[in-house]
Protein backbone atom coordinates (compact mmCIF):
# COMPACT_ATOMS: atom_id res chain seq x y z
CA UNK A 1 0.00 0.00 0.00
CA UNK A 2 1.35 3.14 -0.90
CA UNK A 3 0.43 6.08 1.55
CA UNK A 4 0.65 9.39 -0.02
CA UNK A 5 0.04 12.47 2.34
CA UNK A 6 -0.79 16.05 1.57
CA UNK A 7 0.08 18.97 3.34
CA UNK A 8 -0.44 22.39 3.05
CA UNK A 9 -4.15 22.72 1.66
CA UNK A 10 -7.09 23.95 4.48
CA UNK A 11 -8.26 19.93 3.25
CA UNK A 12 -10.15 17.77 1.23
CA UNK A 13 -13.71 18.32 -0.47
CA UNK A 14 -13.11 22.15 0.99
CA UNK A 15 -14.67 25.30 -0.90
CA UNK A 16 -11.76 27.74 -0.70
CA UNK A 17 -9.24 28.05 -3.06
CA UNK A 18 -6.50 26.64 -5.50
CA UNK A 19 -5.00 24.17 -3.47
CA UNK A 20 -8.05 22.83 -2.04
CA UNK A 21 -9.63 22.39 -5.53
CA UNK A 22 -5.90 20.54 -6.66
CA UNK A 23 -6.61 18.38 -3.82
CA UNK A 24 -9.91 17.20 -4.56
CA UNK A 25 -9.35 16.48 -8.09
CA UNK A 26 -5.99 14.70 -7.68
CA UNK A 27 -7.90 12.36 -5.26
CA UNK A 28 -11.14 12.09 -6.64
CA UNK A 29 -9.67 11.22 -10.27
CA UNK A 30 -6.63 8.94 -8.95
CA UNK A 31 -8.11 5.71 -9.08
CA UNK A 32 -5.86 3.47 -7.12
CA UNK A 33 -6.41 0.91 -4.35
CA UNK A 34 -3.09 0.48 -3.68
CA UNK A 35 -2.65 3.96 -2.75
CA UNK A 36 -4.09 5.60 0.13
CA UNK A 37 -4.51 8.99 0.91
CA UNK A 38 -4.05 11.37 3.75
CA UNK A 39 -5.45 15.21 4.13
CA UNK A 40 -5.34 17.07 6.96
CA UNK A 41 -7.64 19.87 7.69
CA UNK A 42 -7.53 23.36 9.19
CA UNK A 43 -10.24 23.23 11.98
CA UNK A 44 -11.05 26.30 14.26
CA UNK A 45 -13.26 24.18 16.79
CA UNK A 46 -10.97 23.17 19.39
CA UNK A 47 -12.91 20.57 20.45
CA UNK A 48 -12.77 19.17 17.47
CA UNK A 49 -9.46 16.58 17.16
CA UNK A 50 -10.82 13.81 15.94
CA UNK A 51 -10.32 11.81 12.51
CA UNK A 52 -12.65 11.94 9.34
CA UNK A 53 -13.02 9.71 7.11
CA UNK A 54 -14.44 10.88 3.63
CA UNK A 55 -14.58 8.97 0.01
CA UNK A 56 -11.56 6.83 1.47
CA UNK A 57 -9.27 9.70 2.84
CA UNK A 58 -8.02 10.10 6.42
CA UNK A 59 -8.55 13.42 7.40
CA UNK A 60 -7.52 14.43 10.37
CA UNK A 61 -8.42 17.63 12.27
CA UNK A 62 -6.01 20.13 13.21
CA UNK A 63 -6.99 23.07 15.27
CA UNK A 64 -5.60 26.27 14.88
CA UNK A 65 -6.96 29.23 15.72
CA UNK A 66 -7.27 32.38 13.39
CA UNK A 67 -4.64 34.65 13.44
CA UNK A 68 -4.72 36.14 9.94
CA UNK A 69 -1.80 35.34 7.83
CA UNK A 70 -0.01 33.54 10.26
CA UNK A 71 -2.89 30.92 10.61
CA UNK A 72 -1.69 28.85 7.75
CA UNK A 73 2.12 28.68 8.76
CA UNK A 74 0.64 27.26 12.21
CA UNK A 75 -1.68 24.80 10.57
CA UNK A 76 1.12 23.29 8.36
CA UNK A 77 3.74 22.72 10.89
CA UNK A 78 1.30 21.47 13.04
CA UNK A 79 0.12 18.99 9.98
CA UNK A 80 3.71 17.94 9.88
CA UNK A 81 4.67 17.74 13.68
CA UNK A 82 1.06 15.65 13.20
CA UNK A 83 2.22 12.90 10.69
CA UNK A 84 5.84 12.84 11.88
CA UNK A 85 4.17 10.86 14.97
CA UNK A 86 1.50 9.03 13.30
CA UNK A 87 4.24 7.80 10.57
CA UNK A 88 6.10 6.29 13.86
CA UNK A 89 3.13 5.31 15.45
CA UNK A 90 1.51 3.57 12.90
CA UNK A 91 4.90 2.38 11.08
CA UNK A 92 3.88 3.35 8.07
CA UNK A 93 5.87 2.17 4.98
CA UNK A 94 5.88 3.63 0.98
CA UNK A 95 5.08 7.16 2.63
CA UNK A 96 5.50 10.09 0.68
CA UNK A 97 4.67 13.51 2.09
CA UNK A 98 3.88 16.01 -0.67
CA UNK A 99 3.78 19.48 0.95
CA UNK A 100 1.97 22.44 -0.78
CA UNK A 101 3.68 26.10 -0.80
CA UNK A 102 6.47 27.50 1.47
CA UNK A 103 4.69 27.05 4.62
CA UNK A 104 7.02 25.12 6.74
CA UNK A 105 10.25 27.20 6.77
CA UNK A 106 13.52 26.59 8.45
CA UNK A 107 11.77 24.13 10.94
CA UNK A 108 11.99 21.57 8.24
CA UNK A 109 15.03 21.06 8.57
CA UNK A 110 15.11 19.85 11.80
CA UNK A 111 12.18 17.74 11.47
CA UNK A 112 13.79 15.79 8.09
CA UNK A 113 15.97 14.36 9.56
CA UNK A 114 13.46 11.96 11.61
CA UNK A 115 11.28 11.26 8.01
CA UNK A 116 14.62 9.91 6.86
CA UNK A 117 15.12 7.34 9.70
CA UNK A 118 11.68 6.29 9.13
CA UNK A 119 12.51 6.20 4.81
CA UNK A 120 9.76 9.16 4.10
CA UNK A 121 9.90 10.53 0.54
CA UNK A 122 9.29 14.38 0.82
CA UNK A 123 8.25 16.20 -2.62
CA UNK A 124 7.41 19.90 -2.42
CA UNK A 125 5.26 22.35 -4.37
CA UNK A 126 6.81 25.57 -4.25
CA UNK A 127 3.25 26.95 -6.17
CA UNK A 128 4.20 30.46 -7.38
CA UNK A 129 6.81 33.01 -5.91
CA UNK A 130 5.10 34.02 -2.71
CA UNK A 131 7.39 36.46 -1.96
CA UNK A 132 6.29 38.48 -4.77
CA UNK A 133 2.93 39.33 -3.77
CA UNK A 134 2.34 42.86 -3.15
CA UNK A 135 0.01 42.37 -0.47
CA UNK A 136 3.09 41.07 1.73
CA UNK A 137 5.07 43.28 4.08
CA UNK A 138 8.65 43.49 3.65
CA UNK A 139 9.54 41.43 6.65
CA UNK A 140 6.27 38.63 5.35
CA UNK A 141 8.44 38.37 1.78
CA UNK A 142 11.63 37.22 3.81
CA UNK A 143 9.75 34.84 5.35
CA UNK A 144 8.39 33.55 2.62
CA UNK A 145 12.16 33.34 0.96
CA UNK A 146 13.96 31.78 3.78
CA UNK A 147 11.11 28.83 3.79
CA UNK A 148 11.43 28.19 0.25
CA UNK A 149 14.89 28.18 0.14
CA UNK A 150 14.74 25.69 3.29
CA UNK A 151 12.10 23.56 1.66
CA UNK A 152 13.83 23.10 -1.31
CA UNK A 153 17.44 22.12 0.16
CA UNK A 154 15.80 19.38 2.31
CA UNK A 155 13.51 17.95 -0.25
CA UNK A 156 13.79 14.65 -2.25
CA UNK A 157 11.74 16.03 -5.17
CA UNK A 158 10.45 19.55 -6.42
CA UNK A 159 7.08 19.50 -8.17
CA UNK A 160 6.48 23.27 -10.07
CA UNK A 161 3.45 23.64 -11.72
CA UNK A 162 5.02 26.26 -14.41
CA UNK A 163 7.78 25.85 -16.86
CA UNK A 164 8.65 29.18 -15.57
CA UNK A 165 8.73 28.41 -12.10
CA UNK A 166 10.75 24.98 -12.85
CA UNK A 167 13.25 26.66 -14.53
CA UNK A 168 13.49 29.62 -11.88
CA UNK A 169 14.09 26.84 -9.45
CA UNK A 170 16.84 25.09 -11.70
CA UNK A 171 18.59 28.21 -11.72
CA UNK A 172 18.14 29.85 -8.40
CA UNK A 173 19.04 26.66 -6.43
CA UNK A 174 21.39 24.56 -8.58
CA UNK A 175 23.86 24.22 -6.01
CA UNK A 176 21.33 21.78 -3.84
CA UNK A 177 20.72 19.86 -7.28
CA UNK A 178 17.26 18.53 -7.11
CA UNK A 179 15.56 16.71 -9.26
CA UNK A 180 12.79 19.14 -10.81
CA UNK A 181 9.41 18.44 -12.54
CA UNK A 182 6.58 19.80 -14.64
CA UNK A 183 3.38 18.68 -13.36
CA UNK A 184 0.25 21.38 -14.15
CA UNK A 185 -2.98 22.07 -12.60
CA UNK A 186 -5.56 19.73 -14.25
CA UNK A 187 -9.14 21.47 -15.69
CA UNK A 188 -12.09 19.45 -17.27
CA UNK A 189 -13.91 20.24 -20.20
CA UNK A 190 -17.44 21.04 -20.06
CA UNK A 191 -19.81 22.10 -22.56
CA UNK A 192 -22.28 23.86 -20.43
CA UNK A 193 -24.76 26.37 -22.40
CA UNK A 194 -27.91 26.50 -20.77
CA UNK A 195 -28.74 28.95 -17.87
CA UNK A 196 -30.15 26.56 -15.62
CA UNK A 197 -33.08 28.13 -13.05
CA UNK A 198 -30.26 29.13 -10.16
CA UNK A 199 -28.02 30.78 -12.62
CA UNK A 200 -30.93 32.56 -13.77
CA UNK A 201 -31.97 33.70 -10.81
CA UNK A 202 -28.46 35.03 -9.78
CA UNK A 203 -27.85 36.70 -13.20
CA UNK A 204 -31.06 38.71 -12.69
CA UNK A 205 -30.20 39.72 -9.32
CA UNK A 206 -27.16 41.60 -10.70
CA UNK A 207 -29.23 42.44 -14.11
CA UNK A 208 -26.20 40.37 -15.93
CA UNK A 209 -27.07 39.06 -19.81
CA UNK A 210 -25.94 36.44 -21.45
CA UNK A 211 -22.96 37.20 -23.98
CA UNK A 212 -23.08 40.71 -22.56
CA UNK A 213 -20.59 40.83 -19.69
CA UNK A 214 -16.90 40.48 -19.43
CA UNK A 215 -15.83 38.45 -16.72
CA UNK A 216 -13.36 38.00 -13.53
CA UNK A 217 -12.47 35.89 -11.31
CA UNK A 218 -10.09 35.58 -8.48
CA UNK A 219 -8.87 36.48 -5.43
CA UNK A 220 -9.28 40.29 -4.12
CA UNK A 221 -5.92 41.13 -4.20
CA UNK A 222 -3.57 43.86 -5.53
CA UNK A 223 -1.20 41.27 -8.09
CA UNK A 224 -4.53 40.67 -9.87
CA UNK A 225 -4.43 43.86 -11.35
CA UNK A 226 -7.56 45.26 -10.50
CA UNK A 227 -6.71 48.56 -10.78
CA UNK A 228 -5.48 48.23 -14.35
CA UNK A 229 -8.15 46.16 -15.75
CA UNK A 230 -11.52 48.39 -13.33
CA UNK A 231 -9.50 51.70 -15.20
CA UNK A 232 -9.05 50.47 -18.63
CA UNK A 233 -12.99 49.19 -18.84
CA UNK A 234 -14.44 52.52 -18.17
CA UNK A 235 -11.99 54.23 -20.52
CA UNK A 236 -13.67 51.47 -22.70
CA UNK A 237 -16.92 52.32 -24.77
CA UNK A 238 -18.53 48.87 -24.33
CA UNK A 239 -21.81 48.92 -24.07
CA UNK A 240 -21.16 45.37 -21.46
CA UNK A 241 -20.73 45.04 -18.01
CA UNK A 242 -17.39 44.07 -16.20
CA UNK A 243 -18.74 41.41 -13.30
CA UNK A 244 -15.94 40.55 -10.56
CA UNK A 245 -16.36 37.81 -8.85
CA UNK A 246 -14.23 37.54 -6.09
CA UNK A 247 -14.43 37.31 -1.77
CA UNK A 248 -14.89 40.80 -1.71
CA UNK A 249 -13.69 42.24 1.75
CA UNK A 250 -13.94 46.06 1.99
CA UNK A 251 -10.55 46.33 3.51
CA UNK A 252 -7.79 48.99 3.07
CA UNK A 253 -7.37 47.48 -0.48
CA UNK A 254 -11.20 47.66 -2.05
CA UNK A 255 -11.23 51.75 -0.06
CA UNK A 256 -8.06 52.80 -2.09
CA UNK A 257 -9.52 50.82 -5.21
CA UNK A 258 -12.52 52.82 -4.83
CA UNK A 259 -10.29 56.10 -4.42
CA UNK A 260 -8.52 55.65 -6.81
CA UNK A 261 -11.56 54.67 -9.71
CA UNK A 262 -14.50 55.82 -8.64
CA UNK A 263 -16.02 52.49 -9.47
CA UNK A 264 -18.70 53.04 -8.07
CA UNK A 265 -19.67 56.13 -10.33
CA UNK A 266 -19.72 53.32 -13.55
CA UNK A 267 -23.15 50.93 -13.41
CA UNK A 268 -20.97 48.43 -15.87
CA UNK A 269 -18.51 47.48 -12.94
CA UNK A 270 -20.26 45.01 -11.06
CA UNK A 271 -18.75 43.28 -7.86
CA UNK A 272 -21.30 40.10 -6.80
CA UNK A 273 -19.48 38.19 -4.18
CA UNK A 274 -17.98 34.67 -4.36
CA UNK A 275 -19.78 32.20 -6.09
CA UNK A 276 -19.22 28.74 -4.57
CA UNK A 277 -21.64 26.96 -6.24
CA UNK A 278 -19.81 25.18 -9.45
CA UNK A 279 -22.60 24.44 -11.31
CA UNK A 280 -23.39 28.36 -11.60
CA UNK A 281 -19.83 29.76 -11.47
CA UNK A 282 -19.57 27.22 -14.85
CA UNK A 283 -22.20 28.52 -16.69
CA UNK A 284 -21.49 32.21 -16.01
CA UNK A 285 -18.21 31.18 -17.36
CA UNK A 286 -19.64 29.96 -20.26
CA UNK A 287 -22.43 32.69 -21.10
CA UNK A 288 -19.21 35.57 -20.57
CA UNK A 289 -18.81 37.70 -23.50
CA UNK A 290 -14.68 37.38 -22.70
CA UNK A 291 -12.78 36.85 -19.33
CA UNK A 292 -10.38 38.56 -17.99
CA UNK A 293 -7.46 37.56 -16.03
CA UNK A 294 -4.98 40.05 -14.43
CA UNK A 295 -2.76 37.50 -12.16
CA UNK A 296 0.64 38.51 -12.53
CA UNK A 297 2.29 36.65 -9.85
CA UNK A 298 2.46 32.61 -9.37
CA UNK A 299 2.32 30.08 -11.82
CA UNK A 300 -0.62 27.83 -13.39
CA UNK A 301 -3.62 29.38 -11.88
CA UNK A 302 -6.84 27.05 -11.94
CA UNK A 303 -8.66 29.99 -12.83
CA UNK A 304 -7.08 30.59 -15.70
CA UNK A 305 -7.57 26.53 -16.37
CA UNK A 306 -11.29 26.86 -16.05
CA UNK A 307 -11.49 29.87 -18.55
CA UNK A 308 -10.04 28.58 -21.08
CA UNK A 309 -12.00 25.40 -20.75
CA UNK A 310 -15.38 27.34 -20.66
CA UNK A 311 -15.11 30.79 -22.23
CA UNK A 312 -14.32 31.06 -26.02
CA UNK A 313 -12.51 34.56 -25.49
CA UNK A 314 -9.65 34.84 -23.19
CA UNK A 315 -7.64 38.14 -22.54
CA UNK A 316 -4.79 37.74 -20.17
CA UNK A 317 -2.41 39.75 -18.50
CA UNK A 318 1.23 39.16 -20.39
CA UNK A 319 2.74 37.40 -17.27
CA UNK A 320 5.14 34.47 -18.62
CA UNK A 321 2.84 32.48 -16.32
CA UNK A 322 0.09 33.05 -18.33
CA UNK A 323 1.32 33.26 -21.77
CA UNK A 324 3.22 29.98 -20.82
CA UNK A 325 -0.33 28.58 -20.29
CA UNK A 326 -2.75 30.51 -22.69
CA UNK A 327 0.17 30.53 -26.29
CA UNK A 328 -1.84 31.05 -29.13
CA UNK A 329 -5.57 30.91 -27.86
CA UNK A 330 -5.65 33.93 -26.01
CA UNK A 331 -5.11 38.09 -26.28
CA UNK A 332 -2.80 39.33 -24.09
CA UNK A 333 -2.46 42.86 -22.09
CA UNK A 334 0.31 44.94 -20.79
CA UNK A 335 -0.03 47.89 -17.79
CA UNK A 336 0.46 50.43 -20.86
CA UNK A 337 -1.95 52.88 -20.65
CA UNK A 338 -4.66 51.68 -23.15
CA UNK A 339 -3.54 47.95 -23.58
CA UNK A 340 -6.48 46.35 -22.26
CA UNK A 341 -8.86 48.85 -23.63
CA UNK A 342 -7.74 48.69 -27.36
CA UNK A 343 -8.46 44.77 -26.66
CA UNK A 344 -11.90 45.27 -25.48
CA UNK A 345 -12.86 47.24 -28.26
CA UNK A 346 -11.63 44.56 -30.56
CA UNK A 347 -13.38 41.69 -28.66
CA UNK A 348 -16.94 43.72 -28.99
CA UNK A 349 -16.15 43.57 -32.81
CA UNK A 350 -15.23 39.92 -33.52
CA UNK A 351 -17.98 38.03 -35.59
CA UNK A 352 -19.49 35.00 -34.54
CA UNK A 353 -16.41 33.10 -36.52
CA UNK A 354 -13.63 34.50 -34.73
CA UNK A 355 -15.05 34.00 -31.54
CA UNK A 356 -15.65 30.32 -32.08
CA UNK A 357 -12.09 29.89 -33.63
CA UNK A 358 -10.90 31.07 -29.86
CA UNK A 359 -12.72 28.84 -28.16
CA UNK A 360 -11.33 25.58 -30.17
CA UNK A 361 -7.59 27.02 -29.85
CA UNK A 362 -8.46 27.39 -25.78
CA UNK A 363 -10.19 23.74 -25.41
CA UNK A 364 -7.03 22.54 -27.33
CA UNK A 365 -4.86 24.13 -25.03
CA UNK A 366 -6.22 22.27 -21.88
CA UNK A 367 -6.89 18.91 -23.82
CA UNK A 368 -3.67 18.98 -24.56
CA UNK A 369 -1.68 19.16 -21.10
CA UNK A 370 -3.98 19.79 -19.04
CA UNK A 371 -6.81 17.35 -18.22
CA UNK A 372 -6.97 16.02 -15.35
CA UNK A 373 -6.15 12.32 -16.74
CA UNK A 374 -2.66 13.90 -18.20
CA UNK A 375 -2.27 15.58 -14.33
CA UNK A 376 -2.97 12.39 -12.24
CA UNK A 377 -1.03 9.90 -14.48
CA UNK A 378 2.40 12.04 -13.81
CA UNK A 379 1.42 12.07 -10.03
CA UNK A 380 1.49 8.50 -10.09
CA UNK A 381 4.60 7.77 -12.12
CA UNK A 382 6.08 10.55 -9.83
CA UNK A 383 5.03 8.61 -6.70
CA UNK A 384 6.40 5.19 -7.95
CA UNK A 385 9.60 6.81 -8.66
CA UNK A 386 10.11 8.54 -5.27
CA UNK A 387 9.36 5.34 -3.49
CA UNK A 388 11.30 3.52 -5.90
CA UNK A 389 14.23 4.73 -5.07
Known amino acids: MKNIIIIGSRGYEKNYGGWETFVTNLINNYNDKDTKFYVPELNHNRKNNETEIRNGVMCPQIYTPKLSFVTMFIFTIKAVLYFKRYIKKEKLENVVIYVLGSKVGPLFSFIEKSFKKMNVKIAFNPDGLEWQREKWAWWIKQCFKISERTMIKH ?226 KLFDKLLSE
Open 155 to 380: SDYIVCDSKNIENYVKTKYEKYGKPTTFIAYGAYLNDIKDVNKETKEFMDKYDIKVHEYYLVVGRFVPENNYELIIKEFMASNTTKDLVIICNLAKNKFYKKLLKKTHFDKDKRIKFVGAVYDKEILTRIRKNASAYIHGHSAGGTNPSLLEALSLTDVNILYNACYNEEVGEEAALYFSKEEGSLKDIISKVDKLKTKEINEYGEKAKNRIEKEYTWDIVVKKYK
